[in-house]
């Protein structure tokens, strides 16, 4: 089955960077979409960050310019960098896999089958 494992979350100050990781198995990484995604405590999921398999990403408005996500076929990873973080960046970081052979990666949380348990990203100010 499809197993997604996240890492990397932890405790920064603001300004400050983390780098997540997602590790893919059970599922022919190369051909899908991966995306990131957050849940604050009492808000809705959005999402943050998508690739697909061909390497065209999506940001959200929120995150651009500050992080960045690539892939690592090789590896089954899809990562998140976060540079410049802020207390507002605190949440809980969930990757999914998406759709096949998309050209431009969809950022609809409907697209994403399997999801990842979580990690947990706090930014003190």
């Known amino acids: 089955q499809v197993q997604l494992v996240e890492s990397g979350g932890g405790l920064v100050q603001s300004g400050g960077s983390l780098r997540l990781s997602c590790a893919a198995s059970?599922?022919?990484?190369?051909?899908?979409?991966m995306g990131w995604f957050r849940q604050a405590p009492g808000k809705e999921r959005e999402s943050v960050a998508a690739?697909?398999?061909?390497?065209?990403?999506y940001y959200a408005d929120s995150v651009k310019g500050r992080f960045t996500i690539s892939r690592d076929n090789a590896k089954n990873t899809v990562y998140l960098q976060m540079n410049s973080l802020k207390p507002e960046d605190t949440a809980v970081y969930y990757c999914?896999?998406?759709?096949?052979?998309?050209?431009?990666?969809?950022?609809?949380?409907?697209?994403?089958?399997?999801w990842g348990q979580g990690t947990q990203v706090t930014v003190s100010s």
């Open positions: 999914a896999v998406g759709r096949r052979w998309r050209t431009w990666p969809d950022p609809r949380i409907s697209e994403y089958e399997y």
């Open positions: 690739i697909s398999w061909s390497g065209n990403t």
């Open positions: 059970g599922v022919t990484f190369s051909q899908y979409d």
